[in-house]
């Protein structure tokens, strides 16, 4: 198999993993953990458990301070990014939160050509606005003809991850691996989510935590590890092929979304938030199909 094809794999493995990982998501936001920097602790702590598992592919190696520099970049961004994520899932359905991540996708292609020097066909730009503009309508409240403030929220959200890919791909050309990046983002998270957790409020917080964590242990580990395991595959997926095909993949993050919680919501688990009424959901199915269509057209090469 090519390095393309793996790349490819690899983008479609982290939309598993991340799909699973924003339902849980908002399940231990809104009914665990009322405190998102405590969250966000606990979720640093357990990224730890799992660096053995990087060092078996590959261990990390020494790069240029620059480099060091520019992964604690990377990971304070993965740690602010979060803050209005949990904001807007607390507001709107899994699935259209996550379609929102494609907002900022349209400036994917000017930050890659500049920064990574990657280009696109034109069917590949094409693409790439159908799923915008699909994400963006999946929000539209057509009665009160506004845009829910989650659409804001996400906007700030998909222009930092967006930001974040192209770094990333940056990183990876100036000569870091894979297990570096990785391993260094889990040990830059824990430092610097410690330094807010060092007030009395969220010291406070962090007991009451560990008493609602009681009986979701099993559930909040399964979390951590489809979180962790789909940013690990997603940054392989850039390392390997170019950041603009990756980012056109992951778009199609809230179909998954949308199917787990059609064929598993009907019991009335408490963990999955999304109106899967028959009309609301033929709207988000014609919606998807767009994202669908030009997240194949972002990925012809």
Do not use: C
Request: aromatic residues 18%; positive net charge.
């Amino acid at each position: 198999m090519s390095l393309y094809l793996i790349g490819v794999f690899a983008a479609f493995v982290a939309v598993f993993f991340h799909a699973w990982s924003n339902i849980f998501d908002n399940f231990f936001s809104g009914v665990v953990f009322k405190n998102l920097t405590v969250l966000q602790f606990f979720s640093a702590l357990t990224e730890l458990v799992f660096i053995p598992i990087v060092l078996i592919f590959d261990f990390p190696k020494i790069v240029s301070l620059e480099l060091f520099g520019l992964i604690a970049i990377l990971a304070l961004m993965d740690v602010l990014y979060t803050y209005p994520y949990y904001w807007a899932l607390k507001r709107m359905d899994t699935s259209v939160i996550t379609s929102l991540f494609s907002i900022g996708k349209i400036f994917v292609p000017l930050f890659a050509f500049f920064v990574a020097g990657e280009r696109l066909l034109s069917l590949q730009y094409v693409g790439f606005f159908l799923v915008i503009i699909s994400s963006v309508f999946l929000t539209l409240d057509i009665k009160k003809l506004r845009f829910d403030k989650a659409l804001f929220f996400m906007l700030l959200v998909s222009l930092i991850l967006t930001a974040q890919g192209v770094l990333y791909k940056y990183v990876f050309n100036q000569g870091a691996s894979w297990g570096t990046v990785v391993v260094w983002m889990a040990l830059y998270h824990l430092i610097f989510i410690a330094v807010p957790m060092l007030a009395k409020s969220n010291r406070k917080d962090l007991k009451g935590s560990v008493q609602l964590l009681k009986g979701r242990k099993g559930l909040f580990f399964l979390n951590q590890f489809l979180g962790w395991g789909g940013e690990a595959v997603y940054m392989l997926a850039i390392f390997l092929i170019p950041v603009s095909v990756v980012k056109g993949i992951t778009s199609t993050q809230s179909i998954f979304v949308l199917l787990f919680a059609v064929f598993f919501a009907k019991n009335g688990n408490a963990v999955f938030h999304e109106q899967i009424r028959k009309e609301t959901i033929w709207k988000k199915a014609a919606l998807l199909v767009f994202i669908v269509i030009g997240a194949i057209l972002i990925t012809v090469v």
